[in-house]
């Protein structure tokens, strides 16, 4: 039965990488039973493979190679043990940050195939839940670099990218709308999701009414459609009650075409008491 093999055996035994098994010499994790001081070939005993293949296990669970040296050096049960029940518990953490990534990539994929299925230029009356959003007063006047506002309030609210996937928006306040000024911004936001962790406080809007029209194009083709919505608001005797919320659903961050940039614009509204003043 054949005893020694070379570096290159190994590999193909094993699966594992020729340059991996070098750090592992390097390193002092497995290294060759001899050496050949002639053609300097590295070559390792049968009695080495439970070691490489206890090596391959734990690293498999992830764990560092500093830890699986440390293990190797004080070959202990307990020390196993203690390894395998950190890694467990790190293994958990990771398990869900993956769930909230799967939540958000899902939500991504509904809010992006809801943007490209939904009519364009037509106002409807929607009734929208709660949401915990990221408010920054900000002022932005169209034509400036809305990415500064942005990073402004990513930076005041602690918010990394891992949040990146969230809505962000733009607000004209109502004194604004009512003036007819759409060319000016009071705010900037993030609605957030759940699981998204942010190191000041948030608000919640509550669950309430808008009117909300979709259109072809970002903030600096917003203006018309907001008149659109007023104008509808009035007819209707409703009431504005608070600062638009403006969103651009695609844009530049999903893909390089313009024509398939797509905006959304809420209003939130009340119903005008309108028997106060028949009285």
Not at 119 to 146: C, F, T
Not at 242 to 258: A, F, K, P, Q
């Amino acid at each position: 039965m054949k005893e020694y093999f070379t570096i290159g055996e190994v590999s193909k035994l094993f699966k594992v990488k020729i340059a991996t098994l070098r750090y592992y010499d390097e390193i002092g994790l497995l290294r060759p039973e001899f050496i050949d001081k002639k053609t300097n070939y590295r070559y390792y005993s049968t009695q080495q493979f439970e070691r490489l293949n206890s090596i391959k296990y734990l690293r498999a669970l992830d764990l560092p190679i500093s830890e699986i040296i440390d293990f190797f050096n004080y070959r202990e049960v307990d020390t196993l043990i203690e390894m395998l029940k950190k890694q467990e518990t790190e293994v958990a953490k990771k398990k869900r940050e993956l769930e909230i990534i799967e939540t958000k990539i899902s939500r991504r994929l509904l809010q992006i195939q809801d943007a490209i299925s939904t009519p364009l230029d037509k106002i409807s009356e929607v009734k929208l839940p709660k949401m915990r959003v990221a408010y920054l007063r900000q002022e932005y006047v169209i034509g400036d670099d809305i990415e500064i506002p942005i990073t402004e309030l990513r930076n005041s609210f602690g918010i990394n990218g891992e949040i990146f996937l969230g809505k962000i928006g733009l607000s004209i306040s109502s004194s604004n709308l009512i003036a007819n000024k759409f060319d000016k911004y009071s705010s900037v936001f993030m609605v957030l999701e759940e699981g998204d962790q942010i190191e000041s406080s948030s608000i919640v809007i509550p669950e309430r009414e808008y009117l909300r029209i979709r259109f072809k194009g970002t903030h600096m083709d917003a203006a018309k459609y907001y008149k659109k919505l007023l104008s509808y608001m009035k007819e209707h005797q409703y009431e504005l009650i608070d600062d638009s919320m403006e969103i651009t659903l695609i844009d530049y961050g999903i893909t390089n075409d313009v024509e398939k940039y797509v905006t959304e614009l809420l209003l939130p509204f009340a119903t005008l008491n309108l028997s106060i003043y028949s009285k």
